[in-house]
């Protein structure tokens, strides 16, 4: 496939853009449209664009792990989410909130970011190492 | 396995893991001398569904105790030796603690729930175990065997006990026995019983499932000793003793219990002489042990009690030694068919004698544990007046458990040696000093049986409650030894004499087995596998425009039953809000999409005019109320279209637009397309119950301290809903990244 210049040039600084937009929608989406979810899908769509124009390789080098792990780790994260609660001596997922209005609840919706931007950019990274290799 | 080589493996023994049940041994040894009994424990764990972890241990719990942990201990410093040369033994022995923690759990549990639980983690360790030896094929099929078996019972067992608790009012096992003669009228007891003794009949081997106890066998030995004959197996008798008191005056109990009991005695006695491998031969020996329990539970005498206890304990006390025995033979010699095993005395002095002396118990012969048992039994059934039938059976039954500890004791250890001398050689102390101990243990309780006599009227006692002070040393009669035990000593000498007779005669009728249960149960997994297979091809046959002709249809049937059985007012009209705009261009979109995608031939443009459908549903979502569920197709639709155009070129770019179904497909769409619209119209007039929807946007900011109630429902209010999507998801990852790493190598190589 011919690859255009100008999207190899445009496509970190998009990716770090979409990131950082992720990441907004990640924080802003207790109070207004966002959240975990949304948030993961837009840092996939980031990490397909890298994916797509400079290689899977480059996209996963600027991940913070490889997709699998990136997955677990947000389920890990959400579990002790949960588990916070039950430390208070109440039920499982029982969100605990501090007086700075920081509380569990960002911790887990987090989670579902990580789980959802790792599992999914690892299904495109490893469909596309799948294409890369047929002639 | 690996015989012959005589250099242990490195690493640990694990002799030190025996410490474990001994240390439970003398901890219940050291309650027993200073608490009375029951002792009770509750600790609370799903009170909303009345579920707690109840505990209860009375004389029936403390036996089994006292067998799982005293037995146990033996065989933990026996594996230690057996398993010398095997690499994975730590495996083993974290499996078998485990398995020893859920026979724990299951003969102290009073809860029905956590009796349940740990039933079926029972049969779970035993898969594991039976299936231990994992690269045969046979160790698989007979582990899978006795899971599906056991399992199947264990889901009987759970609707019977869920019926028996609901008609009892209460789900301990004490409470249904208090509530025992109340329940004998309820029209639910006709299902409730059949259900519960499924379970206990799976699970101890009963017959028509008596097949799956030899069949396990290929399991290493000290977990055939263990699980097989001294401890798991019993626990269908176990939870039959444990209900007895409930329903023993039944006529449905007497039967069943007495019949199955008698059948599965009979027949796999005469089955044991139909097998060659020691192993095997014991374990239908076995099975027709635990026939004759269940048969002793199923008198209605006070004296069959103390039978059934005094012969769980003594047949625990000889077969586990007996079984080891044979893994002894096995480990020196290589084989355990009886044919090729002779003279073995001279090489295996010390396993000779825990043979001769287990064998002596196993035959009921004074001096041992198993000759007081014998007794109790005879007292019970001559109390019991039964048939005339089930006495002959006994009869026969004992005569051939006779003539198996014959071959077991005497027929391999005696006669000429079949090898030369120095080949063959006594085992280590780890293997020939558990089955003396046990054995010996036995005849000690034969002549001081004031040292098990306290546990056992314990233990008989909650079988039979009506049950008196009995001495059980004192039950010796002259009369009894002569008419029982020396005529079943007869005729077992002559079943034993004739042993290789009986078995040609039997094995010339090998056409039966193409019509047992056993051969039954192959046709039925085959049957299964079979229509798997075929409901898959027919199902999930990969074709796209397939599975999307189902889903419509599937669609418009459940369209028009609701369309059918509702009663809704439709009224259509146009509302000009402020958004209709919105509306108009989400529509335009929407069509415009669609219609591409009909005439497009350009497989990249196909794929861009389904984009442009889903963002106009998307601008839709976003003015009726729900921009989370736009914002999350708008970042969906960009993401699938980005990752398709990138891997769809490889497939060419036109699309074939000669598809077969054409048009049949065109007007399955219109009309799932027509039928969505009338339906979505038909629900507008029916009433909604918004009740859910209004709770939470009441709830979300004084509780959850947020604007956004969907992200609150997502992540708090139902945020256990939200874990298990996440896990799902990334999981899926998991189970996916080797299929598509497969394609890799596939295309590469």
């Known amino acids: 496939m011919p690859r255009s210049a100008l999207l190899t040039q445009a496509a970190r600084p998009l990716y770090w853009l979409m990131l950082a937009a992720a990441v907004w929608i990640l924080l802003r989406g207790h109070n207004a449209p966002g959240g975990g979810f949304i948030g993961g899908l837009v840092a996939v769509a980031g990490s397909s664009l890298l994916a797509i124009t400079l290689g899977p390789a480059v996209a996963r080098r600027l991940q913070p792990l490889a997709p699998l792990p990136l997955a677990m780790s947000g389920v890990g994260l959400a579990l002790l989410a949960g588990l916070a609660g039950v430390a208070t001596g109440m039920p499982f997922l029982t969100h605990v909130w501090t007086d700075m ?32 290799q047929t002639p | 396995m690996s015989h012959g080589s005589h250099t242990e493996t490195h690493g640990p023994t694990y002799l030190w893991l025996a410490a474990v049940p001994l240390t439970l041994f003398l901890l219940l040894a050291w309650g027993l001398a200073r608490y009375d009994l029951p002792w009770r424990g509750e ?3 799903i009170p909303s569904l009345g579920v707690s972890l109840a505990f209860r241990i009375d004389g029936l719990s403390a036996q089994m105790l006292a067998l799982i942990t005293g037995i146990g201990t033996w065989i933990f410093v026996y594996a230690s030796g057996y398993l010398a040369h095997e690499p994975r033994r730590g495996q083993l022995f974290a499996i078998l603690i485990l398995f020893m923690l859920a026979m724990i759990g299951a003969v102290t549990a009073d809860n029905l729930v956590v009796l349940f639980l740990f039933w079926e983690l029972t049969s779970i360790t035993s898969f594991l175990l039976v299936g231990f030896n994992h690269e045969q094929a046979s160790a698989r099929a007979a582990a899978r065997q006795a899971l599906l078996i056991t399992m199947g019972g264990g889901l009987a067992l759970l609707g019977g006990l869920v019926l028996l608790g609901q008609m009892a009012g209460s789900w301990t096992l ?3 026995v208090a509530a025992g003669p109340a329940l004998v009228d309820d029209p639910r007891l006709p299902y409730a019983l059949p259900l519960v003794l499924l379970g206990a009949f799976t699970k101890s081997a009963q017959f028509p499932f008596h097949f799956w106890l030899p069949n396990a066998m290929s399991a290493p030995t ?17 939870l039959m003793a444990r209900l007895d008191p409930a329903f023993n005056d039944l006529l449905f109990w007497e039967v069943m219990l007495i019949g199955t009991g008698t059948v599965t005695a009979v027949w796999a006695a005469v089955l044991a002489l139909r097998e060659r491998d020691l192993k095997r031969i014991l374990a239908r020996s076995t099975v027709s042990a635990l026939g004759t329990l269940t048969l002793l539970i199923g008198l209605p005498s006070p004296g069959a009690g103390l039978a059934v206890v005094a012969f769980l304990f003594a047949h625990a006390l000889y077969k586990a030694p007996l079984f080891m025995v044979a893994g002894n033979i096995d480990h020196a010699t290589g084989t355990r068919n009886i044919d090729h095993l002779m003279g073995l005395r001279r090489a295996m002095p010390l396993t000779a004698a825990a043979a001769v002396l287990a064998g002596l118990s196993m035959a009921g012969l004074p001096l041992s544990f198993g000759f007081v048992a014998k007794d109790a039994i005879s007292i019970a059934k001559s109390e019991a007046e039964v048939l005339l039938l089930v006495s002959y059976a006994t009869v026969f039954v004992n005569a051939i458990a006779v003539a198996v500890a014959g071959v077991a004791a005497i027929r391999v250890f005696w006669g000429p040696p079949e090898s030369p001398r120095g080949q063959v050689h006594e085992v280590s102390w780890r293997m020939f000093v558990p089955p003396l101990a046990i054995v010996l243990l036995g005849i000690e309780f034969d002549f001081f049986p004031a040292l098990a006599d306290p546990l056992l009227l314990a233990a008989a006692r909650t079988i039979s409650p009506e049950l008196g002070a009995v001495d059980l040393s004192a039950a010796y009669d002259l009369n009894v030894l002569l008419s029982a035990t020396g005529m079943t000593a007869v005729v077992g000498l002559l079943f034993f004499l004739t042993w290789d007779r009986l078995h040609h005669a039997l094995h010339r009728l090998h056409w039966l087995d193409r019509f047992g249960p056993a051969a039954l149960y192959e046709s039925l997994l085959n049957a299964l596998t079979r229509i798997a297979a075929w409901q898959t091809r027919l199902l999930q046959h990969g074709r796209l425009s397939g599975y999307m002709r189902l889903t419509f249809l599937a669609l418009l049937a459940m369209g028009a039953y609701i369309w059918l059985h509702t009663d809704s007012r439709v009224v259509l009209q146009w509302n000009w809000s402020t958004h209709a705009w919105a509306w108009i261009v989400a529509c335009l979109l929407i069509v415009t999409g669609a219609g591409a995608a009909l005439l497009l031939r350009d497989r990249l443009g196909v794929l861009m005019a389904s984009g442009l459908v889903g963002y106009g549903s998307a601008v839709l979502f976003l003015f009726a109320g729900a921009p989370d569920l736009a914002f999350t197709q708008f970042a ?10 990138s891997v769809l070129p490889r497939y060419g770019r036109a699309v074939s637009r ?19 619209f009338l339906l979505l119209a038909h629900l507008q007039g029916l009433p909604v119950n918004t009740e859910l929807a209004d709770g939470f946007g009441r709830m979300s900011l004084p509780e959850a301290h947020g604007h956004n109630v969907v992200n609150v429902i997502i992540v708090d209010f139902r945020a256990l809903d939200t874990l298990g999507e996440i896990v799902v998801v990334a999981f899926s990852l998991l189970a996916a990244l080797p299929l598509l790493g497969g394609i890799r190598k596939g295309r590469t190589s």
Do not use: C, Q
Not at chain 1, 105 to 126: H, R
Not at chain 2, 222 to 238: D, Q, R
């Open chain 2, 658 to 676: 000669r598809e077969p179904w054409r048009w049949v497909n065109g007007v399955l769409a219109v009309a799932a397309g027509a039928g969505t």
């Open chain 2, 636 to 645: 969906v639709e960009t993401v699938l279209v980005v990752v398709a155009a």
């Open chain 1, 101 to 132: 209005g920081l509380s569990t609840v960002m911790l887990f919706d987090v989670g579902v970011f990580l789980a959802v931007w790792g599992a999914l950019t690892g299904y495109v990274f490893a469909l596309l190492d799948n294409g890369r």
């Open chain 2, 222 to 238: 000290p977990v055939s000793a263990y699980l097989h004959s001294a401890t798991m197996v019993k626990l269908g008798i176990y």
């Open chain 2, 174 to 176: 004490s409470g249904i």
């Open chain 2, 43 to 45: 600790v609370s764990w």
